[in-house]
């Protein structure tokens, strides 16, 4: 799952260098939080969490991070995180796309979901 992690980072244009001994560490405690899920299939992982926001009674589950070399195996992931968000009593889920917003939405679409909000961001 590092290396998946590490191929994701090595794609974007994050500003920060990579850390595998943070990303393992965080993954270990993710593992063992029930409000954290980790999936892994064929060179696929998706990591989410659960969470109330603040001034809302609806609990959200949101992919930080879904990467997927094999195309196939993305829809039974999502369905997979989908059932587990039912599980813990979500009423939205949230997916995040930090390039080729096109065509993520047109594929997003597809699978029943629509935009929501955009996001800009500043390095401070």
Request: proline content about 5%.
């Amino acid at each position: 799952m590092v290396a998946l992690f590490q191929r994701h980072h090595e794609e974007r244009a994050f500003t920060f260098a990579f850390n595998a001994a943070l990303i393992s560490m965080d993954l270990a405690a993710a593992i063992d939080d029930p409000n954290w899920l980790c999936l892994t299939a064929d060179r696929c992982a998706l990591v989410a969490f659960s969470y109330r926001p603040m001034f809302s009674p609806n609990k959200v589950a949101t992919e930080l991070m879904l990467r997927c070399e094999r195309p196939r195996i993305r829809p039974q992931m999502i369905a997979h995180f989908e059932n587990w968000a039912r599980t813990r009593h979500c009423k939205q889920i949230a997916l995040a796309s930090t390039h080729a917003y096109e065509a993520f939405k047109r594929l997003y679409k597809r699978d029943g979901y629509a935009p929501a909000e955009m996001t800009f961001a500043k390095e401070l």
